[in-house]
């Protein structure tokens, strides 16, 4: 399906999280020096991540942007050495025109956008790259996003946005078919919004591109258990399964080998069906 590091998506793939950040809301820190990340992107594709997203600038709520350089410091290093140990497709999480140009030099086949290239040069640069692309929904900004998000109809929204970015993307000379979206849970949605998107997903397959879904250890989980981000994994799991069961391509997840035996006990309903 796609060019630099062929995917797939007959079957669930699983995407691992790889934040080179001192600030995501999950694991902000822990891997934000070349060792660190190097050592957790090779335990997560042991166990069994398809593809690993970098990013270098926190998208929660409330986070503070970086400058281009600074993400440029902190994804190409890592981007490079990955690409230069592992065949695993690699993606780059930004909206920054030249930090997509670049990590597609040193190796992402990828681009992971959370503003479905809507940022300045965005669309051109990742046209130009020759990536495949995941266009996300979000409304609003991080800083802002979750203020007072408002939908008419929260599915139907999400849809036509989604739509008319694929519909852009493929003007600007992006194939549909390196094409994938994502309706962005957590971004710029109540909890009412997020549970009402992932009861719906199976409509975005209308779109007829590839379908993302990234809801681990989000505060759509935590706020209905009424627990931390660390106590989160049965409740992700359980909405992983919700998806892959609506019919979600790949799941992009920080807790790598308990969901891809969540994908595989799934994946048995086909291989044993009568």
């Known amino acids: 399906m796609f060019d630099q590091k062929v995917l797939d998506v007959s079957t669930p793939k699983v995407m691992g999280i790889l934040n080179v950040t001192p600030d995501s809301f999950s694991d902000g820190g822990k891997f934000d020096t070349l060792n660190g990340g190097l050592t957790q992107a090779a335990e997560m594709i042991n166990q069994g991540a398809d593809i690993i997203d970098v990013g270098g600038e926190s998208t929660r709520p409330g986070a503070k942007p970086v400058t281009v350089q600074q993400e440029l410091d902190r994804t190409i290093p890592v981007i490079e050495a990955l690409a230069s140990r592992f065949d695993t497709l690699l993606s780059i999480d930004t909206s920054k025109a030249l930090v997509m140009t670049e990590a597609v030099k040193a190796g992402a086949g990828l681009i992971n956008d959370v503003r479905a290239l809507r940022e300045g040069n965005a669309l051109q640069a990742a046209a130009q790259s020759g990536a495949a692309v995941c266009l996300m929904h979000m409304q609003g900004q991080p800083r802002t996003m979750q203020s007072n998000p408002t939908y008419s109809d929260v599915l139907i929204d999400v849809k036509q946005f989604l739509s008319n970015r694929i519909n852009d993307c493929i003007d600007a000379g992006i194939p549909k078919s390196k094409l994938i979206v994502d309706p962005g849970f957590g971004f710029g949605k109540t909890l009412p919004h997020n549970y009402q998107l992932l ?3 199976a409509e975005l397959h209308d779109l007829s591109v590839p379908l993302l879904v990234g809801i681990s250890r989000k505060s759509m989980i935590g706020t209905v258990l009424d627990c931390d981000v660390e106590h ?12 892959l069961m609506k019919g979600a391509h790949i799941l992009r997840v920080h807790d790598v080998k308990q969901t891809v035996d969540a994908v595989k006990i799934v994946s048995a309903l086909s291989t044993y069906k009568e």
């Not at 989160?232 to 998806?243: D, F, K, M, Y």
């Open 232 to 243: 989160r994994l049965p409740g992700s799991l359980t909405a992983a399964t919700i998806a």
């Open 199 to 201: 009861g719906r997903l």
